[in-house]
């Protein structure tokens, strides 16, 4: 049985909804905590890596209007985002196998230098397909990361002390979520958009310094040091490359509105779909309660709430005339309350409730995501995209971190590598799938055209493009709220509502 192939997981799901000992920061009911001597050095470490994703994160989506503008390139604006999604997918694959048979020390050293070396290409660029080459080589670095990190988790932190570093992560996005857009949109208004990229490898040195030598001493080498070196899997190293050739050719042939691109469509299809059975769980396109249900959930919550966001910035720049540090300190705040929802998850007794949480946290992204394009309507203020992506950060915060949670629940040891970057997969895979469906959608009512057909007023002259986007990605939010009823197998529902 092949590490992504459903484990007999009854017993595991079980297991994975009983209330787990106290979770929290500091002291916990299982003994020590996320920052005593024997974690201080990792958590530090491994939390600044995810702080500098996310101020990369921030940082350049506050950029990446400008840049798409200046670079003649608002039609291929979402090639930007999906480049990263697209060469991630196999990033996770590598980053999987090569973290289950060595450790993840590798993995995490060589995606941080690709991660630095891709911004450089971007923040170099003179066009715009060279530009979307760096994000390329950021997301293979990006994919990297953070399957090595999971494993990492998995490794090195005690079951009960998970739900805790989760948190912690997403508490790092909160400074960047609040100081990013900022010095992002300062930097590009005052220095250019460039800077924003060039500037941000620096900031790579510090969190290497601090989490290597600590993944070395807690997390390095397999998984089980006197069982033989695992040889690297060739079929699915196969297939991690064609998911990824598979989701650029549809990405391109949703941009391309032409009978011509009927023909990437149909290679990308016949790449995508076979890999896709052979890399997630079996049961995961239908949702199979259980492990499946937790990978699925994973890609449509991530997929449809980042396709909707990609557009944010570029919807308020163009639309209402917001300037670049405006559009994105309006999503700041976000920040915030993604660390609230993480935080609620993380706590002891929540725990028995993690499935409905799940199901409102999906509610509160469909919400968001349906309500944000109104400020196309210029007699809607536009601090109510604000407030809607509080509450659709909010959902979020609870629904990624539980899903992190579960999924280590229900993988042994020698699988987390595996299973790890099942969970990525289907987050990377929606992410690029929805944006290119979004793009198309965009492009073909006339969105390539928004930025050159702002009036005097800041309206754009395209505003169906964006409701194009936003309200489908609405009900594929509303769907993952049906998926995340499925968490549980029958038998463990069963066992809930039977007899004592």
């Not at 979520?177 to 924003?196: F, K, M, Y």
């Amino acid at each position: 049985m092949s590490a992504l192939e459903p484990r007999d997981v009854d017993a595991d799901v079980v297991d994975a909804v009983a209330p787990p000992p106290a979770a929290v920061p500091s002291e916990t009911a299982g003994g020590g905590s996320v920052l005593d001597r024997g974690h201080r050095a990792l958590s530090i470490g491994i939390v600044s890596v995810v702080l500098l994703i996310a101020f990369e994160a921030t940082a350049v989506g506050t950029a990446m209007p400008v840049a798409a503008r200046e670079l003649d390139g608002v039609p291929l604006y979402a090639f930007a985002f999906s480049a990263y999604f697209t060469t991630s997918l196999f990033g996770m694959v590598l980053s999987g196998q090569w973290s289950d048979r060595s450790g993840p020390l590798g993995p995490l050293t060589v995606g941080m230098s690709c991660f630095a070396a891709g911004l450089l290409l971007s923040g170099t660029a003179g066009s715009m397909w060279l530009f979307i080459l760096g994000r390329a080589v950021q997301g293979l670095g990006g994919g990297l990361v953070i399957v090595a990190l999971y494993v990492v988790i998995s490794r090195a932190y005690e079951e009960h002390l998970r739900p805790a570093i989760m948190a912690a992560f997403a508490a790092s996005w909160v400074v960047p979520s609040v100081v990013g857009p900022l010095a992002s949109g300062t930097i590009t208004e005052q220095l250019g958009w460039r800077w924003v990229f060039v500037g941000i490898p620096a900031l790579v040195v510090f969190p290497l310094a601090l989490a290597l030598p600590a993944i070395r001493r807690t997390a390095s080498g397999p998984a089980d040091p006197d069982a033989p070196v695992v040889p690297w899997d060739r079929r699915r190293i196969r297939l991690a490359f064609a998911i990824s050739l598979g989701a650029a050719l549809l990405q391109y042939a949703g941009q391309e509105l032409r009978w011509l691109s009927l023909l990437p469509a149909a290679a990308g299809a016949a790449l995508l779909v076979p890999a896709v059975r052979g890399l997630l769980p079996r049961g995961t396109y239908r949702a199979a309660r259980g492990l499946p249900s937790v990978v699925l959930l994973r890609g449509v919550a991530a997929g449809s709430f980042i396709a909707a966001e990609s557009f944010v910035p570029l919807m308020l720049v163009t639309q209402r005339g917001l300037s670049p540090t405006l559009a994105g300190l309006s999503l700041a705040v976000g920040g915030l309350t993604w660390a609230l929802g993480s935080w609620v998850q993380s706590q002891p007794r929540t725990e028995p409730y993690r499935e409905r949480l799940v199901v409102l946290g999906m509610v509160l992204v469909a919400l968001a995501v349906a309500a944000a394009p109104s400020v196309l309507i210029q007699g809607v203020p536009v601090w109510v995209v604000a407030v809607a992506w509080a509450f659709g950060c909010f959902g979020m915060g609870m629904v990624i971190a539980s899903t992190s949670v579960l999924l280590l629940k229900l993988s042994a040891p020698e699988e987390a590598g595996a299973n790890s970057a099942a969970l990525q997969i289907s987050d990377g895979l929606s992410n690029v799938l929805l944006l290119a469906a979004g793009g198309a959608a965009f492009a073909a009512l006339g969105g390539g055209a928004v930025g050159h057909a702002v009036s005097e007023a800041g309206a754009g002259s395209h505003p169906a493009a964006f409701a194009a986007v936003f309200l489908p990605m609405a009900g594929v939010a509303a769907l993952g709220g049906w998926v995340a009823t499925r968490l549980r197998d029958r038998k463990a529902v069963a066992a809930e509502s039977g007899p004592a």
